[in-house]
């Protein structure tokens, strides 16, 4: 059974922000400094991910085996970022977000010592697989976190914080890498990894506090909060905003995963100017977050993710069509890109605001679903760009497209924007009439 919760605040204001004199609402101070807490754990998958990268040459000649067995330690890794939201975000429903925010980031510091130490490629794939697991507790329980603490327009905010930081931090890493592997080994790489996270477990013991009281907990132990997570999946309108996410994400990784073969073999770029390229794109994605962050509080969130989906398939349907009717273009291809990426900057903190609000009978468990299917969607599309040839950029673009039309699909199939679903907590609108069972519908 779910305990009930306490009396949510008012809405009075036309933004939907709730009433300055909510008791619950943190300080001003205090709000900066946990919002700056959780989007570092937000981060430290990505550079987690990312970092090492640089090194993969090094590392394969340094524990003797290929660049393909290498690369399944980031493989493993990323799996162990899904399994490990998956069975964290319902736990915390359970059990509270603190002790696992502050158990997950000392796992993270032990097994990235773990992976500075490895003496053989198996060693160091059991390990990143773990200290994905670890990391994971960041990412889930920011979102859960900031679903706790925040209502009304305050949360997709904050959320778009975190999409910023996502957008940032895969861009960041393999520079910082390079700069660690400038001075030493790929070791030290994992050893950067767990100081940054022995900061982290400092600073959620001192900014983080426990944000789920006990009275509002799931009780029935642990099949109690898997069962919480058991219906969200029957949820429509909330599944609706999962496979959005989702699919925009393998959108995001098959972008991350071809666009250097492109760039760089196709068009024959530096790798200076590829990094240029894929800085100005990302700068398109912070952009957009930023425009969201200006109209969540003023226009309907479901507005803005509809306007977010419609960009982003818009820009790889001109990818698509420019290589089939005017051919390969630097110009075109960057164009394309840089349009979905600010698509993609639109639906991340749209999507999971209004995920989250939907889900707001067990936050843990909606971020575990919002976050592990992102995750998964992505790690399955990365290698289709490669699969499907290297001659030319429409295997991309197309793996691009069908992932943006995929999210439209969910999007007006399942989540029905026009229905309002999530909007009462989001930008202060009246409930849907029907409630509950107009989700099921």
């Known amino acids: 059974m779910i305990s009930p919760s306490p009396a949510r605040p008012t809405v009075a204001h036309r933004t939907g922000e709730a009433e300055p004199t909510d008791p619950a609402s943190p300080s001003r101070r205090s709000a900066l400094a946990l919002v700056a807490v959780l989007g570092a754990l937000t981060a430290v998958a990505p550079l987690a991910t990312d970092m090492y990268v640089p090194g993969f040459p090094a590392?394969?000649?340094?524990?003797?085996?290929?660049?393909?067995?290498?690369?399944?330690?980031?493989?493993?890794?990323?799996?162990?970022?899904?399994?490990?939201?998956?069975?964290?975000?319902?736990?915390?429903?359970?059990?509270?977000?603190?002790?696992?925010?502050l158990s997950g980031s000392a796992g993270f510091v032990l097994f990235s010592v773990?992976?500075?130490?490895?003496?053989?490629?198996?060693?160091?794939?059991?390990?990143?697989?773990?200290?994905?697991?670890?990391?994971?507790?960041?990412?889930?329980?920011?979102?859960?976190v900031l679903t706790d603490r925040f209502h009304g327009a305050d949360l997709p905010r904050h959320f778009a914080v975190l999409s910023q930081v996502m957008g940032v931090a895969p861009i960041a890493?393999?520079?910082?890498?390079?700069?660690?592997?400038?001075?030493?080994?790929?070791?030290?790489?994992?050893?950067?990894?767990?100081?940054?996270?022995?900061?982290l477990v400092l600073a959620v013991a001192r900014a983080v506090p426990e944000?789920?009281?006990?009275?509002?907990?799931?009780?029935?132990?642990?099949?109690?909060?898997?069962?919480?997570?058991?219906?969200?999946l029957g949820r429509r309108t909330f599944m609706g905003y999962v496979l959005v996410v989702a699919f925009v994400s393998a959108a995001l990784f098959a972008y991350i995963?071809?666009?250097?073969?492109?760039?760089?073999?196709?068009?024959g770029v530096s790798a200076t100017m590829y990094s240029l390229i894929f800085a100005t794109n990302a700068?398109?994605?912070?952009?957009?977050?930023?425009?969201?962050?200006?109209?969540?509080?003023?226009?309907?969130?479901?507005?803005l993710l509809a306007a977010g989906v419609a960009v982003c398939l818009l820009g790889a349907l001109a990818q698509v069509l420019l290589v089939l009717t005017v051919g390969e273009t630097l110009a075109g291809t960057w164009a394309g890109l840089f349009v979905t990426a600010v698509g993609i900057g639109l639906v991340f903190p749209a999507g999971m605001s209004l995920g989250q609000t939907v889900g707001r009978s067990a936050p843990g468990a909606a971020s575990a679903l919002l976050g592990g299917l992102q995750f998964l969607f992505g790690a399955l599309a990365s290698p289709l760009v490669g699969l499907f040839g290297e001659d030319s950029s429409l295997p991309m673009a197309s793996i691009m497209l069908v992932a943006a039309a995929a999210a439209a699909a969910a999007l007006a199939g399942l989540a029905?924007?026009?229905?309002?679903?999530?909007?009462?907590?989001?930008?202060g609108r009246r409930a849907p009439r029907g409630g509950r069972d107009a989700d099921a519908g």
């Open 173 to 199: 890493a393999p520079v910082l890498g390079g700069a660690v592997l400038g001075v030493s080994t790929w070791r030290a790489v994992f050893a950067v990894l767990a100081v940054l996270g022995a900061l």
């Open 114 to 144: 773990a992976c500075a130490l490895a003496p053989n490629v198996a060693l160091l794939t059991g390990a990143r697989f773990l200290q994905g697991v670890a990391g994971a507790a960041g990412m889930v329980l920011a979102r859960a």
């Open 283 to 303: 700068v398109g994605m912070l952009l957009a977050g930023a425009v969201f962050s200006r109209l969540a509080g003023r226009r309907r969130l479901d507005t």
């Open 257 to 267: 995963s071809g666009s250097s073969f492109v760039f760089e073999s196709l068009h």
């Open 416 to 427: 029905r924007p026009w229905q309002g679903h999530g909007a009462p907590e989001a930008t």
């Open 59 to 101: 590392m394969g000649e340094a524990l003797g085996t290929s660049s393909s067995v290498v690369q399944l330690t980031m493989t493993a890794f990323l799996a162990g970022l899904v399994v490990g939201q998956l069975l964290i975000g319902p736990l915390s429903d359970g059990l509270g977000r603190r002790r696992l925010l």
């Open 211 to 232: 944000s789920l009281p006990p009275e509002r907990r799931h009780g029935g132990g642990f099949a109690g909060t898997f069962r919480a997570m058991g219906s969200l």
